[in-house]
């Protein structure tokens, strides 16, 4: 592998569910890469197809979806169609997975030690019962659980719903993986916690050279987190670069829109900004720009499928208001 080889690319995804009501294109044309020791901000509203294209890149789409189009690469190999026993040997070791609700990676009937040790051991059989149990005590400090003997001893259902986030993330750190995918996972946190968990992600990624896609809908999470934003609207991504760059000058309407409503944005005692209307239907999208109708900015020529415009090397647009040189018209 080459060292320039980025830990995941991603190319043209389209990731579709064939429903008696049609075809829902819940990825289309999907692009990104993400660099060894690089954290990937991938953020839109519900329904833009974030988790998808998370569920994607680990292989976890099933019927009626499937992956229809595009490539996905893992350290320049093409994972698009890998065998489910390839799969398991690379899932929870090399491409971990923290899911937004944590009951979908504990088993409720198994105790905590018994799950993480075991997390260990299926990818490592030469890992002694004792080693792999302080690694787990390891990971549960990093994640701010005190304790963690204790805590290794109990049972899923006798933590608070926070509680079993952290440790669904200490799981995803244990084998120290070359990519994790964060599918909003300190949403049910509080801030002091949040705060924790963003900052070990940060330090893992840093220290470890584990490459981050951080799913969300909070810009604030990803602001102090992301090295790279790629925003999200109806299947598709419709900017992405550099997080300062993309914060301090955003050139899709949506982007704009998005921090407009970030609640420290609004003045006090006024109401907060809001993107009019509701995202469209993944089923019936309308033709040209799918954001077009929402948009305070929308011309005749947003009726054309827009170009995706590139103004500078790792920065891309895709609106028909923008110039090549990165100018909103």
């Excluded at 008696?20 to 020791?37: E, I, L, Q, Y």
């Excluded at 099933?62 to 065998?83: A, E, F």
């Excluded at 504990?106 to 019962?129: F, G």
């Excluded at 955003?250 to 809001?274: C, D």
Aim: proline share 5%.
């Amino acid at each position: 592998m080459n060292a320039d080889t980025p830990t995941l690319e991603v190319q043209n995804l389209q990731t579709h569910f064939f429903t008696k009501a049609g075809v829902v294109k819940a990825v289309n044309d999907v692009s990104f890469t993400v660099k060894k020791g690089e954290v990937l901000g991938l953020v839109g509203e519900s329904g833009s197809g974030k988790s998808v294209t998370g569920f994607s890149i680990l292989g976890l789409i099933d019927l009626p979806g499937r992956i229809v189009g595009g490539s996905i690469k893992y350290n320049g190999r093409d994972m698009t169609n890998l065998p489910e026993r390839e799969w398991r040997d690379l899932r929870g070791k090399k491409i971990a997975m923290i899911f937004q609700d944590p009951m979908m990676t504990l088993n409720p009937v198994l105790r905590v030690d018994t799950q993480m040790i075991e997390a260990i051991t299926a990818h490592d059989s030469s890992v002694s019962k004792d080693e792999a149990r302080q690694r787990c005590r390891d990971a549960l400090g990093q994640v701010g659980i005190p304790s963690p003997d204790e805590r290794l001893k109990s049972y899923p259902h006798q933590f608070s719903g926070g509680m079993r986030q952290r440790v669904a993330i200490a799981i995803a750190l244990l084998n120290k993986p070359d990519l994790i995918i964060a599918d909003e996972p300190t949403t049910a946190l509080d801030v002091t916690i949040q705060a924790q968990i963003l900052f070990e992600a940060q330090k893992l990624a840093q220290e470890t050279g584990t490459a981050l896609i951080w799913i969300t809908h909070d810009l604030t999470v990803v602001a102090g987190l992301a090295d790279r934003i790629c925003v999200m609207y109806a299947g598709k991504i419709v900017e992405q670069g550099e997080i300062n760059e993309v914060l301090d000058n955003p050139l899709h309407p949506y982007t704009q829109g998005l921090i407009g409503s970030v609640p420290s944005r609004n003045k006090r005692g006024s109401a907060l900004y809001q993107i009019p209307g509701m995202t469209p239907s993944l089923i019936k999208l309308p033709s040209g720009c799918a954001f077009r109708e929402r948009c305070s900015q929308a011309i005749e020529k947003c009726r054309e499928t827009p170009e995706v415009i590139r103004p500078s090397e790792g920065r891309a647009v895709r609106c028909c208001r923008v110039s090549q040189d990165g100018v909103s018209l």
